[in-house]
Every structure is written in structure tokens, then in C-alpha cells.
Antibody, heavy 123, light 111 residues
């Protein structure tokens, strides 16, 4: 059974860079059927897609965050990572990693999620 | 800012049927992109409930059903149960200008 697990600091100072890693177990990240995604949820608010990466390093980003986001993949460790630069308090959120289903050329739904990790941005 | 609009809350008594709307536009749902639904309990990750408008993953009860028409979609929960009380989000694709987009979210309250 596929499992995803986020890891990284729970507190980041502004305007530093937020860095998280998602470890994938129970399946290979080197699959042609899925991208691997980051999604966040500010406390008490809704979900926001951040971006997705293929094992070949092809990426798609939310245009509103694209200038600050880097997503990378390490197939040897079966992991992918998120970096969000120049953070502010508005970036405080639970960050989820998820598997993003690819159908043909289209990225569709997220079918498996990590448990999420709260990152607080505060000095 | 979400481009898919949902009602903040819907409520119903046990056994009743409730529906949650997800209103988009001609650049997302109306452009033919599929709509997916997620269920989220407090403090937990969202769980895929419906994919590609009206398909249930294995293990999801058939009390949950989805539909899509024009620029909108709906999630219906029939035979409402106390443990259906949760937040529900729709999701679709919003063109290359916005990528994957989520709805504003709806809290289902079981009276």
C-alpha cells in the first residue's frame, strides 16, 4: 500500500526558505502514470495546489506561487522535495504531499495523500 | 483565491439526502475538465471520494455520487450518517493559467 510521509522543520523565520521532503514507500516514484504534488492548507482555510513533478523532473506550478517555488525529485531515495522562498506569515499552513494522477496528457485528481505537516512562519 | 465556488455549509438530518454544488466557469469545469471530490475530517488529510465526475474509488460507499453539467458539478450524499460530518472539496483543472484548482470547501452538518 502506497504511503507518503512529509518531513521538515515546523518553524521557519521570515524571509527564509521553507524546505520539506516527501518520502514515498510501498511504490516507486519512477512511474509513468503519476506526478507527485505539494498542496497546502492554511489553518481554518481551504486547499491550495502548489505544484507537481514527474520522475523525469518535468514540473507544473501554481502561477501565483511559481516565482518562489522549487520542486525536485530524488529517484534513488524515492523522495521529492519542496522549497518555498521568501516566506511570510501567509505561508503558515499544513503542507501535504500527494500522488497526482496522469491520464494521457492531463493531470487529474490526487489519489493518495501524506498525513500533512504544519509549518509555522514566525520570527 | 479559489476559482471553484461551493456553499460554506449544508445540513441535513440522518437518513436525508444532501447535495453540494461546485460552480466554476468556461475555463475550468465548462471547458470539459473532470471534477473530483475529497472528504476531510478535522486534523486529517483529505481523502479522494469521487474522481472524473462520477467515479468512486474502491471502498467508497455508493451513498456518495457525483455529477457534472455545464460549468458546475455536484456531490450528493444519500442516507446521511453522523460520520459523514466533514469538510468536502471539489477540484478540477483551471487551464494553464491556474493549473489544478480546488473549491472553497463545504462543511456538512448532520443535525
Amino acid at each position: 500500500q502506497l504511503q507518503l510521509q512529509e518531513s521538515g522543520p515546523g518553524l521557519v523565520k521570515p524571509p527564509e526558505t521553507l524546505s520539506l521532503t516527501c518520502s514515498v514507500s510501498g511504490g516507486s516514484i519512477r512511474t509513468g502514470s503519476y506526478y507527485w504534488a505539494w498542496i497546502r492548507q492554511p489553518p481554518g482555510k481551504g486547499l491550495e495546489w502548489i505544484g507537481s513533478i514527474f520522475y523525469s523532473e518535468s514540473t507544473y506550478f501554481n502561477p501565483s506561487l511559481k516565482s518562489r517555488v522549487t520542486i525536485s525529485v530524488d529517484t534513488s531515495k524515492n523522495q521529492f522535495s519542496l522549497e518555498l522562498s521568501s516566506v511570510t506569515a501567509a505561508d503558515t499552513a499544513v503542507y501535504y504531499c500527494a500522488r497526482h494522477v496522469l491520464v494521457g496528457w492531463d493531470l487529474v485528481n490526487f489519489d493518495s495523500w501524506g498525513q500533512g505537516t504544519l509549518v509555522t512562519v514566525s520570527s | 483565491q479559489s476559482v471553484l465556488t461551493q456553499p460554506p455549509s449544508v445540513s441535513g438530518a440522518p437518513g436525508q439526502r444532501v447535495t453540494i454544488s461546485c460552480t466554476g466557469s468556461s475555463s475550468n469545469i465548462g471547458a470539459g475538465y473532470g471534477v473530483h471530490w475529497y472528504q476531510q475530517f478535522p486534523g486529517t488529510a483529505p481523502k479522494l471520494l469521487i474522481f472524473a465526475n462520477n467515479n468512486r474509488p474502491a471502498g467508497v460507499p455508493d451513498r456518495f455520487s457525483g455529477s457534472k453539467s455545464g460549468t458546475s458539478a455536484s456531490l450528493a450524499i444519500s442516507g446521511l450518517q453522523a460520520d459523514d460530518e466533514a469538510d468536502y472539496y471539489c477540484q478540477s483543472y483551471g487551464s494553464s493559467l491556474s493549473g489544478s484548482v480546488f473549491g472553497t470547501g463545504t462543511k456538512v452538518i448532520v443535525l
